[in-house]
């Protein structure tokens, strides 16, 4: 099911959450699902007007129909600096966020490292504090490193789309599992100091102000 929210459309496809902001000239998408989703996110694209994906990240589930997308509708793709050696998900090696989570980091870690995407081309490589204004889209980056050495974040007006860099299940946490730990509790401080309206993430409900406020100490 897809909802609206300002110009933002959200898709929802199994666990995962993309999203396309509609510019005047052009949309452009945040990240691009794994692989069980090429059908039903080409169904969705046809009836849009795609011109860019940014991803938040390069975990194999952010990441996998980046190719597929990019000779569908000839689009161009922005990624991170930091996480352009990522790509291949081979160098990604995570770390449980309490030792409590260790047998989940494991499972994703394994899951990453046996699932590969097709290569592709990056048009763009974002750097902290940079401006995008295409497309009558104005957009601001941020870095948000520790799930990756380059996970981002996409400031849009009010909201920020946070990708992985935190989780809102019992409660708003960084993500289960990271790269760097102390990095990715120093990001979700700084998205706490943002304080968007609303806070996208990559497979969890959104997070509205007042929640982000109260679970993030």
């Known amino acids: 099911m897809e909802r609206i929210i300002d110009n933002i459309h959200i898709k929802r496809i199994g666990y995962f959450n993309l999203y396309l902001i509609k510019g005047t000239n052009g949309d452009i998408l945040i990240d691009t699902g794994f692989i069980c989703m090429k059908k039903t996110l080409k169904k969705w694209l046809d009836k849009q007007n795609l011109k860019l994906i940014i991803l938040t990240h390069a975990h194999v589930d952010h990441i996998w129909n980046v190719a597929y997308l990019k000779e569908i509708y000839n689009c161009e793709v922005a990624l991170s600096k930091e996480d352009y050696n990522n790509i291949d998900n081979k160098n990604i090696k995570t ?23 097709k290569k592709f081309e990056i048009d763009y490589l ?92």
């Open 126 to 217: 974002l750097k902290d504090k940079q401006l995008i204004e295409k497309y009558g889209i104005k957009l601001k980056i941020h870095s948000l490193k520790g799930h990756t050495t380059g996970s981002i974040g996409i400031e849009y007006k009010d909201y920020l789309f946070v990708g992985d860099a935190l989780v809102n299940r019992f409660n708003v946490t960084p993500a289960y599992q990271n790269q760097n730990t102390k990095d990715a509790k120093r990001s979700s401080q700084k998205i706490k100091h943002l304080s968007p309206k609303i806070t996208f993430l990559g497979h969890d409900k959104e997070i509205s102000q007042e929640k982000l406020l109260k679970d993030l100490n």
């Open 95 to 117: 770390k449980p966020l309490t030792k409590k989570l260790t047998l989940w980091s494991n499972i994703m870690s394994y899951g990453m490292h046996n699932f590969i995407p």
